[in-house]
């Protein structure tokens, strides 16, 4: 035997060595925020941080929903319905 094998490193101490990119797809999803496993009970974050952190983006409009509607202005936000003064 060359004494590198699967079940034994180079050392022959018997530790199984594990490819990197099985060891990558055995791991749990990661939070979004800062890339740490995710905890059940603050899913899909590791922490009541990373969940407030995330809950503050939204909130300060860091985070934007795409759409095609125009930004509402000084112009829009009125009943579309509305026809608007009518002269007489």
């Known amino acids: 035997m060359s ?4 079940t034994g490193g180079p050392g022959g101490d018997g530790a199984k060595v594990v490819p990197l ?10 939070c979004p ?3 740490k496993p995710e905890a059940a009970q603050h899913r899909p974050f590791c922490s009541a941080h990373c969940k407030n ?8 409009e860091r985070y934007r ?10 112009q829009g936000g009125g009943d579309d319905d ?4 009518q002269s007489a």
């Open 21 to 30: 990119e099985a060891h990558k797809r055995r791991r749990g999803p990661a």
């Open 3 to 6: 004494g590198s094998d699967e």
């Open 53 to 60: 952190v995330d809950l503050g983006r939204w909130l300060s």
């Open 65 to 74: 929903v795409p759409t095609d509607e125009a930004p509402d202005g000084p």
């Open 82 to 85: 509305d026809p608007g003064p």
């Open 33 to 35: 925020i800062c890339g």
